[in-house]
């Protein structure tokens, strides 16, 4: 182990000066570091690294519940139980109408999220279908969420205009058979892989406060560094009832911050999105974005209540002096 002997915000001149954080360096620095200059220098690294600018996206549960799967955290897995709805695959006009809305509040991508192992046959090409007509008749960028996929499956999402695709390793390797049982870790290493190799923007990250170890949390960041991924969605568990972690405690902002400011020194280049758990913070997020956090996922999966959150979060991070101005010619909508 290489220990880091110098204090966080001259670390973080080091990576903006080209450094790179790596298993050889003794990680528990993040550990013990003093919290306010570790964001400090988290922030210094986020404006280097990605700029003002702020990543918003929105989802859509495209296919809800009866998941095979048996990942303890979830809501829509059949193996716990909750109160989830269940619901096939939905009408590709209920899914692009939710696009055209969320590009109207100025959101700059959209994603169909499928719970199961992995989505195929007949609804996959409804999927391909809905992108496709999004793709001709929208200008909001293009995301997926379905599972595991194959190379040629990621062909055709990409031919049908998705740019990013989302897989969560959720944990470190170690911890992972204490979250799932199902599949492993290494299959979701192997697909992230495929993605990358296949030209679209790998989306992978994972949730904290599942009863792991901080070394866990650092060993997911790193794993994530080591795979060149993108874009890294961070969420804090909101425990679920009926799910074997509905009494796990919830986190403390201190533990979220100082979470997601070291994945910000180890991943310097990398979109750092809040995902759930924005409620655990301090103006649903704010601190967040002073520590190192450049996008979120915003709105409401289903409803137009959307609009709302959307706004909000533009108003947040507008009086934060962040850029969210999407890619594609818009125009603020009217209140």
């Known amino acids: ?3 880091i002997t110098v204090d966080p915000i001259t670390l973080a001149k080091e990576i903006i000066a080209g450094r790179r ?5 003794d990680l528990n620095y993040f550990l013990t570091c003093d919290l306010d200059e570790l964001c400090k220098g988290a922030d210094m690294i986020r404006e280097y690294g990605v700029g003002n600018k702020v990543d918003l996206c929105s989802i859509i549960n495209g296919r809800s519940g009866r998941c095979s799967e048996n990942c303890r955290f979830c809501a ?12 096939d695959f ?14 109207s509040e100025g959101v700059h991508r959209f994603s169909i999220v499928t719970a199961g192992r992995a989505l195929s046959g007949a609804d996959f090409e409804k999927a391909i279908h809905a ?18 996929v194959t190379r040629e499956q990621i062909r055709r999402l990409k031919a049908a205009g998705v740019t990013s695709y989302h897989h969560n390793i959720e944990t470190s390797k170690r911890n992972f058979p204490n979250i799932c049982t199902t599949h492993t870790y290494d299959m979701k290493i192997e697909t ?3 993605v990358k190799e296949e030209g679209l923007c790998p989306c992978s990250g994972g949730i904290i406060g599942m009863g792991e170890t901080w070394e866990d949390r650092l060993d997911m960041a790193i794993s994530l560094a080591e795979i060149g991924v993108e874009s890294i969605p961070l969420n804090s568990l909101m425990p679920i009832p009926g799910t074997p972690f509905e009494n796990l405690p919830r986190l403390t902002e201190p533990e979220i911050l100082r979470t997601v400011a070291f994945f910000r020194y180890i991943n310097p280049l990398a979109n750092i999105r809040l995902g759930a758990g924005r409620a ?8 967040a974005f002073k520590a190192g956090a450049s996008a979120t996922i915003t709105g409401d999966m289903l409803t137009t209540v959307a609009c709302a959150t959307i706004r909000s ?4 991070l507008k009086d934060m002096g962040r850029d969210i101005t999407p890619p594609f010619a818009w125009q603020e909508p009217e209140e």
Not at 21 to 25: A, K, L, N, V, Y
Not at 81 to 86: I, K, L, V, Y
Not at 313 to 316: F, L, P, S
């Open 313 to 316: 979060d533009r108003k947040m």
């Open 1 to 3: 182990m290489k220990p």
């Open 131 to 148: 992108y496709e007509t999004m793709h001709r008749d929208l200008k909001i960028e293009l995301c997926a969420s379905m599972g595991f």
């Open 21 to 25: 954080i790596t298993r050889e360096d």
């Open 280 to 287: 655990l913070l301090t103006n649903d997020g704010e601190t």
């Open 76 to 87: 829509q897995s059949a193996h716990n139980h909750t109160s989830c709805e269940a619901y």
């Open 192 to 194: 992230l892989k495929m």
């Open 90 to 103: 939905l009408p590709e006009e209920e899914i692009v109408a939710l696009a055209k809305l969320n590009e």
